[in-house]
């Protein structure tokens, strides 16, 4: 599985490593990492524009992540937690069916 | 700053939520982090590659985050570090100068 | 502020590093690393004796992180969270004061 | 599995939930949480008082971090680096064997 030490391939080696390979391989995730950090970097823009125009950004990221869920367990989930947040006396409790 | 209840400038609102804009919002961040996972995992599939033709990829994570450190700077820390390991005995001591 | 270079104290030195401070603040980092790790440990047992008795663990940790926030600021956030979403459609849309 | 509806328990329920129970849970992870956050705030402590006495704190942790591995396991790894960053140019290469 090695793909090392392929003098034979006229892959100029350093200690047994293809240093054209080793390089190509950096090279291409620095690449996608600097496109990774452009859009890490717009999104936080993005936020900071809906901050501009008064959104609560906090909630905003709060609604992107519900919308990831399906929305019949997060009902449900929701529905659990009432539960128990009125078992702790934490809000006001619905009533007894 | 807010830039709720707008009913003037047309646009429909919900509790004086301007609904077009928020959906605007929501969806451009959506459309953004859809993009990341992509080369998050365009990044992951390269590490995979590497792994592949023989590479260890921890090393190469290591390999990437040291090019991104300046090179005096981590010469520095290493020798920093290398003091360390000798007074604790964690390596060979090097020779007293 | 260098604490090193302390031969005058009669702490054997290694390159000038206190061999004996740097193994005792080692040491006592270790320690206290380690007491961390059982409490981990402590309450992730807790978590599974509790999921033991039929609790829902995700929600438990829901109810541990809503009891940190300040009720008035949790029941402000939840409203304004209400909001958006009937403004998205995601929830039912409660009757317009 | 479910513990809920222990009514012929006498333990007091709010919707099925044994409320004493879910209490005494959420108690025994906030009293472990709150044990946690002060070693957590000890180790903070310890690490600035090392700085205070002149060693580097960044440092302080990588040697930390170290030891937990295996020292043939670290001396390994440390060559593979060697050799890739070599292959890059990134330190003076060693004499070919």
């Given amino acids: 599985m090695e793909a090392f030490g392929r003098k034979e391939t006229g892959e100029e080696t350093v200690h047994g490593i293809a240093r054209n390979q ?8 620095e690449r996608l990492e ?3 950090k452009t859009l890490v970097d717009d999104i936080k823009d993005v ?5 501009g125009m008064g959104f ?7 609604v992107i992540s519900l919308r990831k ?8 989930q929701e529905a659990i ?13 619905a009533e007894e069916a």
Avoid: C, H, N, S
């Fill in 22 to 29: 080793l390089r190509a391989f950096i090279e291409r995730i």
């Fill in 34 to 36: 600097e496109e990774k």
């Fill in 47 to 51: 936020y900071g524009e809906a901050k």
């Fill in 56 to 62: 609560d950004t906090k909630i905003l990221r709060k």
């Fill in 69 to 76: 869920q399906d929305q019949d367990e997060r009902m449900e």
């Fill in 81 to 93: 937690l009432d539960t128990y947040l009125q078992a702790l006396g934490m809000v006001p409790a």
